[in-house]
């Protein structure tokens, strides 16, 4: 009688070979994603977002849809990966506890806070709008190597970032002087804490950092030759010294890196992973402060950047 065994086990092996390089071809497909993005309002701002991110996930399908078009959390496929902007889309997506992986733009910490108060939500992830605090003080320690102590007003909403700069400005030897300012029509505030500082440095907090308060801020700051860090580029315009701040491609690459982590991976918050500098050379020249360029200033922060 003829064995056919070894024959069938050449066969087998054949077998097995086709399928690993089947599976090998379909695994990319297997891991791609259906990016869904969303705001209130128009979307034609995240057109834009939307074509860069995807020319950076090629595997990936990226679609924009109104909030208000949005299907139920529910019922969305176990692939989508929910990417909204905003904090009225954040208040959306924590009116279901059931829902894909999320990742939230454009939401500052007081922001965000207001909306998730003490929850922290499974599958949500917010990459904060804010400048990081670390990064914020590194930058005012470069620019003004004498100052110690560091003014940070506050409101009821903001008060509970105070915590976090304490411990980064520890780092750098620098100390915290907190001051509340609940009522931005009364300057007292601001002037005793520019007495008992040094510089000032501004928090991601709408209510104290808007166009009605700018003017009297930055006068009053600069009237007893007090310096104003951040909180933002659109401010350092308005007339403070400086500020880090992520614009689209700083974003960018922070999205897609953490995409390319399960979501089980995702952190609860998350800085942009790289960063830009705006500086205001009037202001410095003003103050007498020596201002290096932006590009400098930010490969000097970026050197021991820690997450």
């Not at 056919?4 to 297997?30: D, E, K, N, Y």
């Not at 932006?294 to 997450?307: I, K, N, V, Y």
Request: with cysteine; glycine share 6%; charged share 15%.
């Amino acid at each position: 009688m003829t064995d056919h065994r070894p024959h069938a086990s050449a066969r087998c092996r054949a077998w097995l070979r086709r399928a690993l390089v089947v599976l090998c071809l379909l695994t990319p497909a297997a891991q791609a994603a259906d990016l869904l993005l969303s705001t209130a309002g128009d979307t034609t701002t995240l057109q834009q977002f939307g074509s860069a991110l995807a020319a950076a996930r090629p595997a990936d399908r990226v679609r924009i849809v109104p909030l208000n078009e949005m299907p139920p959390l529910e019922q969305m496929p176990g692939n989508t990966r929910l990417i909204l902007f905003g904090q009225s889309a954040l208040a959306w997506r924590l009116e279901s506890s059931y829902g894909p992986p999320t990742l939230v733009l454009q939401v500052n910490k007081t922001q965000a806070h207001e909306t998730l108060g003490g929850r922290q939500p499974a599958n949500l992830s917010v990459l904060w709008q804010d400048p990081a605090p670390h990064r914020q003080l590194r930058l005012l320690k470069h620019l003004l190597p004498s100052a110690k102590r560091v003014g940070v007003l506050h409101d009821p909403h903001s008060e509970f970032l105070i915590p976090e700069l304490r411990q980064a400005a520890s780092e750098l030897g620098l100390q915290i002087v907190a001051q509340a300012w609940p009522d931005t029509r009364d300057n007292n505030p601001v002037i005793r804490l520019l007495g008992a500082s040094d510089v000032l440095l501004a928090v991601a907090d709408d209510d104290l950092y808007n166009p009605l308060t700018a003017k009297t801020l930055l006068l009053t700051s600069y009237g007893q030759q007090h310096a104003l860090i951040g909180p933002s580029a659109g401010f350092v315009r308005a007339g403070s010294l400086a500020s880090t701040y992520g614009d689209q491609n700083d974003w960018l690459v922070t999205l897609d890196r953490v995409l390319d982590q399960a979501p089980a991976q995702w952190p609860a918050g998350i800085y942009s992973n790289t960063f830009k500098v705006l500086g205001n050379p009037q202001v410095a020249r003003t103050l007498g402060i020596t201002l290096p360029s932006d590009a400098e200033l930010a490969r000097h922060l970026s050197q021991g950047d820690t997450p």
